[in-house]
């Protein structure tokens, strides 16, 4: 079971920019697996907003491509999310996962 922490979340006014990490307690995302950021609001079912995984393929859902990169250090010890152009409806809870791992999450609240 390796430990994951979020970290990076925040208030930004529409249009601004965040970058969150995802750091991991030993080197996992690197691996042959999928991995990616999800976020969740209350009420709704958490959503997978971005992904990389085999040979650095990646993948995003429509409400955010073109916004968002995903992205890994080279020794697979921190997964990052790029997010650019934020909009009211990306606040949400974000949380990182790998396997069976799951960081507890960090809020991003997009607001004026």
């Known amino acids: 079971q390796v430990q994951l922490v979020e970290s990076g979340g925040g208030l930004v006014q529409p249009g601004g920019s965040l970058r969150l990490s995802c750091t991991a307690s030993?080197?996992?995302?690197?691996?042959?697996?999928?991995m990616g950021w999800y976020r969740q609001v209350p009420g709704k079912e958490r959503e997978l907003v971005a992904a990389?995984?085999?040979?650095?393929?990646?993948n995003y859902s429509d409400s955010v491509k073109g916004r968002f990169t995903i992205s890994r250090d080279n020794a697979g010890n921190t997964m990052y999310l790029q997010m650019n152009s934020l909009k009211p409806e990306d606040t949400a809870v974000y949380y990182c996962?790998?396997?069976?791992?799951w960081g507890k999450g960090t809020l991003v609240t997009v607001s004026s």
């Open positions: 030993r080197s996992i995302f690197n691996i042959n697996a999928a």
């Open positions: 990389i995984g085999r040979g650095g393929a990646t």
């Open positions: 996962n790998v396997l069976y791992s």
